[in-house]
């Protein structure tokens, strides 16, 4: 008996890169040899420009007007925290290089190479893909969802892993929830010195949190039902020993 789904669809790297955008509250920024960290001082728009409100005084703006418009000359780098206190915080990276130009007291922020890095590894991601993809829709709620998860239903979380592979939880110490997204849940498999990730795809892509809700109480079905079967199975067993 197969204990895991075998759908696993998951967003694409635009998809991904934009939903880091969205959800993030911080970037540091690399130009001019000297690099600032911007918390709660960034927006984005439809397009995935990444547009910055910085002090008239900062250096990143006497930087930008000084540069050779064009030319690459400032790194954007945005880190995606696991919001659940998990070993390896960091889910992913992603990077912007390119050029600011000066914009309603701002900086905009015009990228010439996106870089998304994951455990998988770094990929490029194409200017057209990033800029016409859409953030996942619950990127910017899945902080709040997650924690809530842990928090007030860890025992929602164990039935969870009745839909994981019992080669999978072996040694297992603690699983934890580590990223939802439209596509599925991701949880984190702890061991004493190691750790490991699966995901549960969801069986139709979750448009909002409504959709997420009924997604979950599928999941949980299934877990329930495949705990009844491994019940019966062990039972056929015993049975047939005695």
Known sequence: MDDGPSWTAAPGAGERARSILAAAWSCAVTADGGREEFVGAHTVDDNGRVIIDVPEDSALLTAAICAPRGEPSAVLEFADVAPVPVRSRIRARLWLAGWFSPE???????????????????????????????????????????????????????????????????????????AVDRHGLTLRIERARAHGDVRLPFHAPAGDVGQLTERMHVLLTQAATASCARAALLRQRTDGDG
Request: aromatic fraction near 2%.
């Open 104 to 178: 309603d007291g701002g900086l905009a922020f015009h990228a010439t190479r996106v870089v998304l890095k994951q455990p998988t590894g770094a990929v490029v991601v194409p200017l057209d893909e990033f800029a016409s993809a859409e953030p996942d829709p619950l990127a910017t709620a899945e902080a709040h969802l997650l924690t809530h998860l842990a928090d007030a239903h860890p025992d929602a979380v164990e039935q969870l892993t009745r839909l994981v592979r019992r080669d999978s939880l072996h040694g297992a110490v603690k699983v934890q929830p580590l």
